[in-house]
């Protein structure tokens, strides 16, 4: 895989790309998406501005912001200009979250490949909202925090999600999505995850290989994932290419 082209080919998509219940603004210097309805948070990313610069664009998104009374996060890349804008963003009352890795999988060069499971578990696609409601409250769970928000929007836009379990009897003990963006040749994954007591057993394996082998069959060329630290071992080994590392930096409602 030529990384450089890839990584272009990525930025070039999103750039581009129109998120539902998103208004997508492209101000030259960066892309900005708000909230359609009000309501939740907004993000911006791909910055491109000379240093000098800086200050005064950081500030003009912190005042449309709040003037709208939105929280927003500001998606930053290693790759991103100017080199200051991460300590430039802290320096305005930004908070750093953790790092994340821009992977892809190549459909077409890595055939995915099969992985059995024991114990009884199995790997099933997510059927009617019982099941939808199981998977909430275990990412709810696991990451502890209200994800409300997320399973709103999954379920407005469940067209372009197809979600599945790992089941243990009948407790769903792991869960992980795709979301195909339309019109995109890198659908992401998502949710990717496994209760504590079950982990190391190679469900989340199971998991990823078979959104791997769904979108695959879908006649997707990559697939591409934001991948935490802990994951990243694990997709390297299944094939997956690091293009970029990335961080959140966010800012509450009030700025």
């Avoid at 912001?65 to 100017?82: H, I, M, S, T």
């Avoid at 300590?87 to 821009?102: A, D, Y």
């Avoid at 055939?111 to 059927?127: D, K, N, T, Y």
Wanted: proline share 5%; net charge negative; hydrophobic share 35%.
């Amino acid at each position: 895989m030529d990384r450089e082209s890839v990584k272009e080919e990525y930025i070039k998509d999103r750039r581009a790309m129109s998120f539902a219940g998103f208004k997508r603004e492209v101000l030259g210097y960066l892309v900005r998406q708000t909230p359609c309805e009000g309501k939740g948070g907004g993000w911006v990313y791909f910055p491109q501005f000379d240093e000098r610069d800086a200050d005064r664009i950081i500030e003009e998104q912190i005042e449309f912001f709040r003037n709208a009374g939105l929280e927003f996060e500001w998606k930053v890349y290693d790759f991103d200009q100017p080199d200051s804008l991460a300590q430039k963003l802290v320096q305005h009352g930004f908070s750093q979250g953790e790092p994340e890795h821009l992977m892809v999988f190549d459909l077409e060069k890595t055939p995915p490949s099969s992985f059995a499971l024991h114990g009884g578990i199995r790997i099933e696609a997510v059927q009617g909202n019982e099941d939808f409601q199981s998977v909430r409250r275990l990412q709810e769970e696991i990451w502890d925090r209200d994800l409300a928000w997320l399973f709103d929007y999954i379920a407005g836009n469940s067209d372009i999600f197809s979600c599945y379990v790992a089941r243990k009897g009948d407790e769903v003990v792991g869960s992980g999505w795709v979301e195909y963006l339309p019109g995109s040749p890198f659908p992401e994954l998502h949710g990717g995850a496994v209760i504590p007591r079950l982990r190391q057993k190679g469900i989340y394996s199971a998991l990823l290989t078979t959104r791997l082998k769904e979108a695959a069959t879908k006649g997707h060329r990559y697939l591409s994932v934001d991948a935490a630290p802990m994951s990243k071992p694990i997709l390297e080994r299944k094939g997956f290419v690091s293009l970029a590392v990335t961080w959140p930096y966010s800012l509450g409602a009030g700025g």
